[in-house]
């Protein structure tokens, strides 16, 4: 019951942040759109800004979210580890680097570029993994993934330098925003949470046995490598749609993943649930702030994410030093 009440909340935040998106901010007053929605209007050009614009980039914005946190809950699960995120464990700017590798030298096309953000962040994880399986300390994964980011950062910077006017606009698209969103990239985001969440539901119980340990999941008779590999693939794809499409988006799955914990509690699904639900709330919340609040200019959501995100890595960072420091004195 307590559940129940919970994620209805929730749902109620969701619906309520969806219609402000839809009907407040920019150049259109909310009657008018509403005028749209009860078919009174005649107006062509407030019917094509809500159903071509707002309305794609409000279930785009949703969708990317979704999958952030998908990506986020499942990193943290396999790494264990409660500061690992695809972004700070560079597997955003890496797959932003497979994206831009794309855009220099094949064009923009999307299916490609969902192909280079894909290499980028599944070569990310995976060699993540790799590291930690040797080197559990959360200090290994975090240097880790700024050398990640660090290289990534660069070659980016180098590929842009080289690369000159090809790449008109690139800048603005790696700071992450929704304003390229269509219905082409809103119904791919979408079928892209649809699969992530069918799959990794899928496979909970495996999931769940993975917060013992792999030896003690593959005591229990769990294909660790399997379902690890699985989740792997999801984490990535995940991500990758996310980037391809909306460019560098930071810290969401860092901070999703830590409220729905503290909200619904750590078994999988309904963690999994819960996350996928505030993420979407979150990242349509940030893209209406962020077009209001200097309109008519608009601050990328990559912004907003990583001003919000930032203080709280830190605080987590320290909340982990201070308990381990009082463990050692222990």
């Given at each position: 019951?307590?559940?129940?009440i919970?994620?209805?909340a929730?749902?109620?935040?969701l ?7 839809l ?8 009657s ?8 009174s209007?005649?107006d062509?050009a ?10 794609p980039?409000?279930?785009?914005a ?12 499942t ?6 580890n409660?500061?690992?995120s ?8 890496s ?9 220099a ?5 999307a299916?490609?570029?969902?192909c280079?953000?894909?290499?980028g ?12 399986k040797?080197y559990r300390q ?6 880790a ?5 660090a ?5 980016m910077?180098g590929?842009?330098?080289?690369a000159?006017e ?15 969103l ?9 079928a892209?949470v ?14 769940n046995?993975l ?11 769990v294909?660790?490598?399997r ?7 999801v ?17 969401v ?27 979407a ?23 907003l994410t ?16 201070k308990?381990?420091?009082?463990g050692?004195?222990?």
């Amino acid at each position: 019951m307590k559940l129940a009440i919970k994620f209805s909340a929730v749902i109620v935040v969701l619906l309520l942040c969806a219609a402000a998106s839809l009907l407040f901010g920019g150049a259109v007053s909310a009657s008018e759109l509403l005028m749209e929605l009860s078919g009174s209007s005649t107006d062509t050009a407030v019917s094509d800004i809500f159903w071509q614009i707002r309305l794609p980039r409000m279930l785009g914005a949703a969708a990317s979210g979704m999958l952030l946190a998908a990506s986020g809950c499942t990193v943290q699960l396999l790494f264990r580890n409660p500061l690992s995120s695809p972004h700070v464990l560079g597997a955003v700017n890496s797959a932003a680097l497979g994206a831009v590798v794309v855009m220099a030298w094949f064009g923009g096309s999307a299916l490609l570029m969902l192909c280079g953000s894909g290499a980028g962040a599944l070569l990310a994880i995976f060699l993540l993994l790799l590291i930690g399986k040797n080197y559990r300390q959360t200090a290994s994964l975090l240097l880790a993934g700024i050398a990640l980011n660090a290289f990534a950062s660069a070659a980016m910077s180098g590929i842009l330098f080289l690369a000159g006017e090809r790449l008109e606009g690139v800048v603005f698209w790696l700071l992450g925003g929704f304003w390229r969103l269509d219905w082409q990239s809103c119904w791919i985001l979408l079928a892209a949470v649809g699969i992530t969440i069918i799959v990794l539901l899928g496979g909970r119980r495996e999931m769940n046995m993975l917060y013992l340990g792999e030896t003690a999941a593959a005591a229990a008779g769990v294909n660790t490598r399997r379902v690890i590999v699985i989740a792997v693939l999801v984490a990535s794809a995940a991500t990758a749609a996310t980037v391809a499409h909306c460019g560098v988006i930071g810290f969401v799955g860092l901070l999703v993943p830590h409220i729905a914990r503290r909200i619904f509690g750590g078994e999988f699904r309904t963690h999994l649930l819960g996350a996928v639900l505030i993420g979407a709330w979150l990242m349509i919340a940030a893209d209406w702030v962020g077009r209001v609040l200097f309109y008519p200019l608009e601050v990328p959501i990559g912004v907003l994410t990583s001003v919000i995100g930032a203080p709280f890595f830190l605080m987590l960072v320290i909340g982990r030093l201070k308990s381990n420091s009082g463990g050692c004195e222990q």
